[in-house]
């Protein structure tokens, strides 16, 4: 069992009462991840004709034991939308004195974020009249400490495609936008957008300074790696927990200004709620695709593809999905076992 999920089953009831309703909801999904509680699916073989029954997975997006393979699916599907251009990543920060709003209503806070975000790199492309931008944003919420520190990440593919004219334009490879001029924009329509909405208000002290990253990142895939890690499987790998000892729980994180390993330690009902206070609220997208590749725009990004000569890759996922999906080595023989049924406890 995961170690955090054991924590959970020690100190649960106790913790209840702390928690809002979406980690309240994620916390009893873990508890019966895995257990009889949960089900179990019906395996056979057809060559021994063994029979074997393993408990189901509670699927939730936070579970530390569950969701692997929608990491490495979503990573093998953006991999497949890789471009041989030049890639940035965007980092737009929100304040420490907005964090009140992001634990009071995040899933509010969060949408704007993404909104704001987005129409803002839309909008700088847009004056250079060169074509629409390509990017994917995705959600984090925490700091290397595990503090609630919400950002979003938002990689760039560097080149605009031109609908009307139906070209690809090449864009300075180490140059994307002025992140000055972005940190500033930024923090102007956000405080618009919340000042709009109903359900929030802002506080009386607000920086003048808002933070916004803007650097090259190589051809991708590595920042791809490192925006998959924390996606659907919590925000605290297992193997990070160093020790659960003596009513305390110390993990490890990597400083970002020394770039060595330090350990926190925690009282373990706040370590607990350290770590659930990035449940993400219910029905609320951590990853989103914009421009050339979003979903929809599949012919749009071929013909990009087909501009820069990039070969018709096989869609590796899929075929993954079915070889695999439903199949695990027999224990008797190692051939082939098949999922023959799914029973639920009532």
């Not at 999920?5 to 209840?16: C, R, S």
């Not at 490192?226 to 919590?234: A, E, K, M, T, V």
Request: aromatic share 8%; proline share 5%; hydrophobic share 35%.
């Amino acid at each position: 069992m995961s170690t955090f999920i054991d924590l959970l089953h020690q100190h649960g009831a106790e913790l209840a009462p702390l928690l809002g309703a979406d980690a309240k909801r994620a916390m009893y999904a873990m508890l019966r991840c895995k257990t009889e509680q949960q089900g179990h699916s019906h395996w056979q073989c057809n060559s021994c004709q063994h029979h074997d029954q393993r408990p189901l997975s509670c699927g939730h997006r936070h579970c530390p034991q569950c969701q692997h393979h929608c990491t490495t699916g979503w990573l093998a599907r953006q991999q497949q939308k890789l471009l041989p251009v030049a890639y940035f990543m965007v980092t737009f920060t929100l304040p420490y004195e907005l964090r009140a709003l992001a634990r009071s209503h995040p899933k509010a806070l969060y949408q704007i974020m993404f909104k704001v975000a987005s129409s803002l790199l839309k909008d700088f492309a847009k004056r250079q009249n060169k074509g629409e931008l390509g990017f994917t944003a995705v959600l984090h919420t925490h700091s290397r400490q595990r503090n609630l520190h919400p950002h979003l990440h938002v990689l760039v593919a560097g080149g605009r495609y031109h609908r009307a004219k139906q070209q690809w334009h090449h864009t300075n490879q180490q140059y994307l936008f002025n992140a000055i001029a972005l940190a500033k924009v930024w923090r102007g329509r956000m405080l618009d957008a919340i000042n709009q909405h109903k359900a929030l208000s802002l506080p009386k002290a607000i920086p003048a300074k808002w933070v916004v990253d803007c650097r090259r990142v190589g051809f991708g895939l590595p920042a791809l790696q490192y925006l998959s890690r924390y996606l659907y499987r919590g925000v605290l790998p297992d193997k990070d927990i160093i020790s659960t000892h003596n009513g305390q729980v110390s993990f490890r994180y990597q400083d970002s200004q020394s770039h060595t390993s330090k350990i926190r330690t925690l009282p373990t009902l706040q370590f607990l709620t350290l770590i659930l206070q990035h449940v993400l609220p219910k029905g609320l997208q951590r990853v989103r695709d914009y421009g050339f590749l979003r979903g929809n725009a599949k012919q749009v990004l071929r013909r990009i593809q087909l501009l820069l000569r990039v070969p018709q890759r096989v869609n590796l996922t899929a075929l993954q999905t079915d070889n695999n999906s439903a199949t695990r080595p027999c224990p008797c023989c190692q051939h082939p076992m098949h999922c023959i049924g799914v029973s639920r406890t009532s």
